[in-house]
């Protein structure tokens, strides 16, 4: 089965998602893949739709809330509407500028689908200018500009034509001190190579084992699909053992003597369970960073195995 790719763009309000966007959907026009959009906004009014002028591209708008908290929900419907009417080879996600990488990754990584995706990466914008004057935003917003460039894959720095030759060294150095292994391009108006975006992978086979031998730092998703049922306490000591830098884990997950499976969400260490009234895929989907995933997936199978 081919996996739909999808594309995350992050960056602060006015950093340039938008004209990357357009760029990006330029490019898919002259290669003719199907593509479908999904854009998201805090207020309850679409500011950049018409960013989206071909009518062979399916758009979906997200208003009147951000994808990672109270619009979560209608994102995943969205998205299963989409994978089912549209069929898109490639699916861009344009996030609001207050949302957080980790939030979006567990947004759009629905139990139910995510098998599916392909995810390509997250591609952050960054406005130079208030990249240097940062310090007058509020502590929150700093950490969120922060947040968004250390869990990056692609970095555009735009507006480097307003900016001295040595702000602009400053502000790479200080960037690629955050995230030395994103790649990181000085921009003006989100001018980027699309080959080189399209190079973008965030599979975990790839990225846990770079050349260095080190792990990587960027975030990293991985779905295991369970072929039966297991221990509850063999899970919960799984659980116990796995390293920090696991953010997030989701799915549906059935244990011995249940007729139907739990809804299992798993964030900061705390583990929760839900019963379902049906049976469901019995797919978890984790996000970490630095993780090798192979090591994870043999405790999985093991748990089946003792079973």
């Known amino acids: 089965m081919n996996k739909t790719e999808v594309y995350i763009l992050s960056g602060f309000l006015g950093s340039g998602k938008t004209t990357l966007l357009k760029r990006l959907l330029e490019d898919e026009r002259k290669i003719g893949r199907k593509v479908a959009v999904m854009m998201n906004e805090l207020g309850k009014v679409s500011i950049d739709s018409n960013a989206v002028e071909d009518e062979d591209v399916a758009l979906k708008e997200l208003l009147g809330g951000c994808i990672c908290c109270s619009i979560q929900d209608k994102l995943e419907a969205q998205l299963q509407g989409l994978l089912l009417t549209e069929k898109p080879e490639v699916i861009y996600i344009e996030a609001t500028g ?12 629905s139990p139910l689908f995510a098998d599916q995706f392909n995810i390509k990466g997250i591609v952050t914008t960054v406005d130079g200018l208030r990249w240097m004057e940062r310090k ?5 917003l700093q950490q969120l500009l922060v947040e ?9 720095i735009n507006k480097m034509n307003e900016l001295a030759e040595s702000q602009q060294a400053k502000i790479n150095y200080e960037i690629q001190a955050i995230n030395p292994v994103a790649r990181c391009l000085l921009t003006n108006f989100s001018q980027v190579s699309m080959e080189q975006l399209r190079r973008l992978t965030v599979s975990f086979t790839q990225r846990t084992e770079n050349e260095s031998g080190h792990k990587a730092l960027n975030l990293t998703t991985f779905v295991y699909q369970f072929q039966n049922a297991i221990s509850h306490t063999e899970f919960e000591e799984f659980l116990k053992g796995l390293p920090d830098a696991i953010y997030r884990i989701k799915g549906y997950v059935k244990f011995n003597n249940t007729e139907k499976p739990y809804l299992f969400q798993f964030s900061y260490g705390m583990p929760l369970y839900i019963k379902e009234e049906m049976n469901l895929p019995l797919n978890l ?10 090591e994870i997936e043999t405790k ?6 003792r079973m």
């Not at 207050?98 to 990584?109: G, M, Q, R, T, Y």
């Open 136 to 140: 007058s935003l509020s502590p929150q």
């Open 148 to 156: 968004q460039v250390r869990h990056s894959d692609f970095i555009l």
């Open 300 to 305: 999985l199978i093991h748990l089946e195995k």
């Open 98 to 109: 207050a949302a957080h990488p980790v939030e979006i990754l567990d947004a759009i990584l």
């Open 285 to 294: 989907v984790f996000i970490g960073e630095g993780i090798n995933w192979t």
